[in-house]
């Protein structure tokens, strides 16, 4: 037997199967649309929801990261339920392999978006893909909130996984964010003939997230039966905040300067100073500095007040230097800077 655990429309499990029409129903991407279809069940109820509501406007999309013996066969699962389906399937293998300081997980959702990326100029099939859909689901979503308070993370970590999102020309949604996993799997057992497959890596509870779905999920609902939405809706409100919080950033960003001035962030509360130079640090350079990177670095801004004050901080994949005025930051090989301030490693 392969890793593949092929499920089907045999089982009956509790939930809301109406759900998922529900959710369907409410979504209204711009079309044509492209399924991200791992083949598991989650996307598998995502594929069959819109296949049938948007006939020949579907594209499956699937990524082969070639991380675990299972992939091949994860693929060829794909390919035949699309074949029966009749939906047009793009596979793209990718190397997911993390770049030094790189998250396994950020390196395989990079790797993931670049393929979806590609489908605006995809049109073998259809024409350019307006849109991407997911699906993740309540549980999921929850999920995702503890494990960010169990990192000490801000609003942006609780904030969790938006609903919907704009990269570059396409829109991407999770049209599933309000549907419990339990109301995806009583719906997927009402479609006959229907097949998803289970990653045996979900049961591997090193993985945080695993334990948190194993454990922690139960205990909740036993606990507060509508966790799911209490959740969902605290997720919602950090979101609100954390926009609120990035319109202050981006007037504060354009104040200090890009690079920005010393003079201009000593200026700053430590609050909106922490807050723009995260800022500056994401939007500008693509990377997120840790808790303690950001403080020491505060505290070095603190202490600028001569000239010969020197800054030179491990931040984020790279490094935060004083240049005359302003501070930089620059991804540049660790051996280099160490070379020049070994006191800072």
């Known amino acids: ?167 570059a020309s396409l829109a991407f949604h999770r049209p599933f964010l309000r549907v419990a996993r339990s109301d995806l799997r009583a719906w997927l057992a009402l479609q006959a003939g229907v097949a998803w497959i289970e990653d045996p890596s979900n049961d591997e509870e090193h993985f945080t997230r695993n334990r948190i779905r194993g454990r922690l999920l139960p205990a909740l609902e036993t606990a507060f039966p509508a966790f799911r939405e209490t959740f969902a809706r605290s997720a919602r409100h950090a979101a609100e905040a954390q926009m609120v919080l990035e319109e202050i950033s981006t007037s504060d960003l354009a104040v200090v300067g890009v690079p920005p001035v010393i003079t201009r962030l000593q200026a700053l509360s430590p609050g909106r100073q922490a807050l723009v130079l995260r800022h500056w640090l994401r939007v500008v350079h693509q990377t997120t500095p840790e808790a303690r990177q950001l403080a020491e670095l505060q505290s070095q801004i603190l202490r600028c007040t001569t000239k010969g004050h020197r800054i030179l901080i491990r931040v984020g994949v790279g490094f935060v230097q004083r240049e005359g005025d302003v501070i930089d930051w620059y991804n540049s090989a660790a051996s280099a800077v160490a070379a020049r301030a070994p006191e800072d490693f």
């Open 1 to 167: 037997m392969s890793s593949i655990d092929a499920q089907d429309s045999g089982r009956s499990p509790a939930g809301d199967a109406a759900a998922v029409e529900r959710a369907i129903a409410a979504f209204a991407p711009e079309l044509p649309l492209a399924i991200a279809y791992s083949g598991g069940a989650d996307s598998t109820a995502l594929l069959l929801a819109c296949a049938a509501r948007w006939p020949g406007k579907l594209l499956a999309v699937h990524v082969n990261h070639a991380l675990q013996p299972a992939a091949a066969d994860f693929e060829a699962h794909c390919r035949k339920v699309c074949a029966s389906i009749g939906v047009p399937l793009h596979v793209e293998a990718v190397d997911a392999k993390p770049l030094p300081g790189e998250s396994p997980e950020a390196a395989a959702r990079n790797a993931r978006y670049g393929c979806f990326d590609a489908l605006t100029q995809y049109g073998k099939a259809l024409s350019a893909i307006k849109s991407v859909a997911f699906g993740h689901h309540a549980d999921d979503q929850v999920e995702t909130v503890l494990l960010a308070l169990s990192r000490g993370a801000g609003l942006r970590g609780i904030a969790a996984m938006p609903a919907r999102w704009q990269r």
